[in-house]
């Protein structure tokens, strides 16, 4: 998608309006309608910026401040599925090396590549905050806990055929969305 073409359905558009009803200022409800834009985009382009800055009443630089902060938003178009393996000291303990190796090995790529067909991104990532559920790796908004080689066969297998597979932390049923 051009920056020029950026729209938002009127679906997405209704769910930053409520969301921004369900906060106390607007500027609250930033993170949430980041991913309202990142679930329909893929990523947060700046005509995206432009939207939330008149939407929430939030500057650029706030924004910005947000985007770049967490490694799961991005504003660049990404792989389809963009895999970060939490690589921090709790995780490498519990076999977050040999997992990634696993992973390069399945993808054919090296942590910080992309796959040629454009499907796979895979990353190295701190810690994500669950680090007695290591290994573990994140998928936009799904979380993958006690990660082994056979675990991360099936969620790749899922990925081939389109679905995302329901992670230990979602609280949407299987196949709802990345
Ligand atoms: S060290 Fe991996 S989640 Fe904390």
Known sequence: M???SFTLSAESLAQIEALIAQYPTKASALMPCIWVIMDEVGHVPPAGVDLLMSK????RA????????YTMFRTE????????VCHN????????RPLIAHLEKRLGVRLGETTPDNMFALEGVEC???CGMGPCLQLGKHLYEHLTNEKV?????SLRKGIVPTADTDRLPAGSGE
């Open 77 to 84: 178009p990404q792989a389809d599925y963009t895999l970060q």
């Open 128 to 130: 994500l905050g669950a």
């Open 56 to 59: 929430l009443d939030v500057s």
């Open 89 to 96: 000291i709790s995780c490498h303990i519990m076999g977050a």
């Open 62 to 69: 706030r924004i910005y401040e947000v985007l770049t902060f």
């Open 2 to 4: 051009s920056e020029n």
């Open 153 to 157: 066969d099936k969620i790749l297998e």
